[in-house]
């Protein structure tokens, strides 16, 4: 999909802007939840405007009246963010609860292996965010955060429980 590619914001008229802005609701109460990005896609380029230009609007207007929550208007900002963004956040926020996770069973002991599986879990979100990115060098990067943030957060949860373990050349690699 291609938009137009514009110089200057000038350039916009106040008529496209109006549209984008009636398309964007339209789509919104069809869909009856937040738009998400091939959504946004397409409202760019049925309006003619940049796509950077439609998500930080798109992003900036008020939600719907029926969703009124605290996971909902976190939704509203996540998709409000750029896709590549997204990912980086994605794989800060998984590389945390991972880290957390693995301190969690090291402190306290995994009998029954649920804080394994759980970390598991967390560790093939964390996989599958890096596998969706669409151009290698954000799936590079939130692998890289992903790593980083683990051993960071990992540090900081084993000072806050008063662990003993040390890091391990096995979770180096």
């Known amino acids: 999909m291609e938009t137009k590619s514009l110089e200057r914001i000038e350039d916009i008229s106040e008529h496209q802007v109006v549209q984008m802005l009636q398309l964007a609701e339209r789509l919104r109460e069809s869909m009856g939840s937040e738009l998400d990005d091939d959504a946004i896609a397409a409202v760019a380029e049925l309006s003619h405007l940049p796509l950077e230009y439609v998500r930080a609007t798109v992003g ?3 939600e719907s009246k029926t969703r009124k929550g605290f ?3 976190v ?3 996540i998709l409000g963010l750029d896709p590549d963004t997204r990912r980086f956040v994605g794989s800060g926020v998984l590389a945390t609860n991972f880290g ?3 301190v969690i069973g090291a402190k306290f002991g995994d009998q029954f292996g649920l804080v394994g599986v759980a970390a598991g879990a967390v560790l093939i979100a964390a ?3 890096f596998a969706v990115s669409r151009e290698t060098k954000t799936a590079l990067i939130s692998g890289a ?3 980083g ?3 960071v957060t990992r540090s900081l949860f084993l000072l806050a429980f008063r662990g003993t373990e040390t890091v391990s050349a096995g979770l180096i690699l």
């Open 60 to 62: 900036r207007m008020p």
């Open 75 to 77: 939704r509203h900002a």
């Open 145 to 147: 955060l992903f790593g």
């Open 71 to 73: 996971f909902s208007s």
């Open 100 to 102: 957390l996770l693995n």
């Open 149 to 151: 943030v683990f051993f």
């Open 127 to 129: 996989l599958w965010n």
